[in-house]
């Protein structure tokens, strides 16, 4: 069977096509941000990812309905340009298969509709709590990071120190070497310990602005502060265990 | 090589094949039902398949006699319905590998044949002693769900939590998106612990009901039995440990 | 590049070939009689296999000459037939590399020249030190192990319980099912835990036997010794330990 | 997508490449070495090579822009000779990988330019502390290795007992068998544990005088001394903790 295989719900008519990815990693930061927009925005799903880089495995919806695993592409018309997020619950099962999806996915997007913009949503794993996590920035243009900064995005030399692993890294590679496409990566500061929706807000922030749209942050806004709780929580009772000596959970604070 | 190649041992004029996969798994309860059905309708073996996704290694019979590892397809008469068997004592090695096999299959299946329906067995692992295992349920539409809870069936949301993984999960999912074909999983709850006869004899019971035929149950019945002995053994050795103050077996009972 | 690549170093006219593979695995059993017959009989160096499914690496020899890791095929003329012997220091990496290389050498070896036998052999690990170990087979036909029998190869139910893994599997298993070659396997019991001369000295005085071929044995006679020394200096080393209340060595024995 | 990419950036007319490797491996020596060679010579960086069997990842510049991960090759004419230097953060991920990169990169030099000698560096992993780190040779022919021994090159027989694994092997080796071309690995000694600039200057003072070429080695010196120094720290803290009783850093000295 081929690699990957994409298969169009609907025919649309998109052009200049900025791809927004969100796809599970550190935190899940990219995910919950790019699943908030498509649950507020509520853009059209026209198209699924499916490929034998991802696990062999059907979910289940809450009829019991099974689907295969899959990446998922939905189109939202925002002013001038067309908007597609790339959503899902997995990466690529290997480092090939990485490769195979993304590549398969851009020529996809440029044969079909044309491509010219990457924005990647993910997490910067600290392995430590935060009271107020930035949104690091890294791009495959000068341009970018300058239009990432005028947007208050941090741009701090030697962070991320191994550069950016997996489909938020890949997609940008391959976009500029292979397609021709600049891009940009913004990166919520995360401990990696949570799920961390007052990362994802940060980013989706930026992201906003960035891209000029307007986005109902109410739901993200909760979730987030439920974060922040569950945060202060954890740092509490690492405290408490710190102060009773118990010297294993150093790192949180 | 090829990935995978499927020998002929017979040529049959099937139609409208069901296909039912009973391969290893999770307290091996898809392949004992399987293996049951083979056992007691002795339909008949028409082809092998081979694969490099499959262990590089050959079984022996009683008599020392070798032969390379493969899966098994049976056929057999059931009023107005062809029954294909898919049998064997490995799954797929790589995630890629249970891609390739299942797609291979169902390809042969569709193109000599036709397909209409495919019935994938399999256990859920709770990880905990059962005294009454039920007998869960997925499939790839909303007719199957209806028709598997008419037969007491039972789905319940969030259950398994992660789908459905391997040969069952990726022939329903792979018959759906790629071939067109409904599919429904039945899911016998088990420990996870022990090869799970009695689990196995639930979902066969199920299966029969819901394509109206005939199984000598017999001889699963007597290991079914032997399961729930080795259970009650197991669960007073534990609870033996547990009045004796050894935490560490909690989770049985 | 491609899977396999075999090399041919010299153009031989063979005929009937029988095919005797001996690649590392339990207890170097297969690996020690292969590399045995080779230094005694001398036999004729015709090609070389190299493959990505081999390690990355060169092995070098005494005046430090780099060669690309590769197994070896080596012609000798026995009576009226045609030995090839298979020798290496590796097996292929993967699963799927174990097929690739079976099937390539079985490809090549039957457009060629023809093949009309596979002897493969091995060791079959015991987990425990033994006086006297026997010879088991298998076989991919009846015949075989007809034959093997009326030479004193023990066919016994159930061992090796999960088959032959590897190499000498594979190669009766693709033989046998793809290429229409009967074969047998030849498995020196062993420990598994030492190098096993004294194993693969019994392997080789009944291969011997098979195909009718004279085996100067002296050197493997002397390693064999030297086998047997090692094993009792340990088992005495092991009952020291347990008489002095150590229990974690209760399986040497 | 292909395996392995290679893009020019620019067009070259070169004749008679040496090769010269340096990926990162055992104390980063072969790496070091050519690194610094590029420092220093300022070689044209002429061509990229991508690959899916490379990390999916992007580096980042000091500037925060990305980059796909990627091997680099930097041309510089040394009198009659085009030496072309192989460089890059990161080996091939997998074996097969290993063999891919290899075989994409010979058969681009020979195809477009032709080459004629294959000269590999790096690290020969010691497990200890040394004072005087030798640089140990291997060859694919024996002229090279009477070439090397010329020079100062240490042959030691079973060193290393396993040959050498990695893009510095499979260069030779793939050179050699699949392409005609000589080559040679130069291994400085390490304990493997540090990033070893000594271990890289010795290797490069080698190197320079086979190929007869002028190197300012005063970087490489300085760093090499800092090597000195965290050698000499490491081995008094061992030690004191020696002669203090901890046994476990028995083997550093």
Request: glycine content about 12%.
């Amino acid at each position: 069977m081929d690699d990957v295989v994409i298969k169009l719900r609907k025919e649309l008519k998109l052009e200049d096509v900025t791809l927004i990815e969100g796809l599970p990693g550190v935190g899940n930061v990219g995910k919950l941000a790019v699943d908030h927009l498509i649950k507020t925005l509520k853009p059209e799903h026209f198209a699924d990812i499916y490929s034998k880089h991802l696990p062999p495995q059907v979910l289940l919806d809450e009829k019991g309905v099974a689907s295969l695993v899959s990446q998922k592409l939905y189109h939202h018309r925002n002013k001038e340009s067309d908007l597609v997020f790339l959503a899902g619950e997995y990466q690529g099962s290997t480092p090939e298969g990485q490769y195979e999806l993304a590549h398969a996915l851009l020529d996809f997007l440029s044969k079909n509709y044309g491509i010219n913009k990457i924005y990647t949503l993910g997490g910067y794993g600290l392995g430590k709590m935060l009271e107020e996590p930035r949104v690091l920035g890294a791009a495959s243009s000068e341009d970018i990071v300058n239009a990432f900064k005028s947007h208050g995005v941090v741009f701090s030399e030697g962070e991320p120190s191994n550069g950016i692993v997996g489909a938020s890294g890949i997609l940008l590679g391959l976009g500029k070497e292979f397609f021709g496409i600049d891009g940009g990566c913004l990166m919520g500061e995360t401990s990696g310990y949570i799920v961390d929706a007052k990362s994802a807000r940060n980013v989706l922030r930026t992201l906003a602005e960035i891209i000029g749209i307007e986005i109902d942050m109410k739901e993200l806004e909760i979730r987030s502060e439920e974060t922040e709780e569950l945060l202060t929580t954890l740092k509490e009772a690492a405290e408490q265990e710190l102060s009773s000596g118990n010297e294993d959970l150093r790192y949180i604070g």
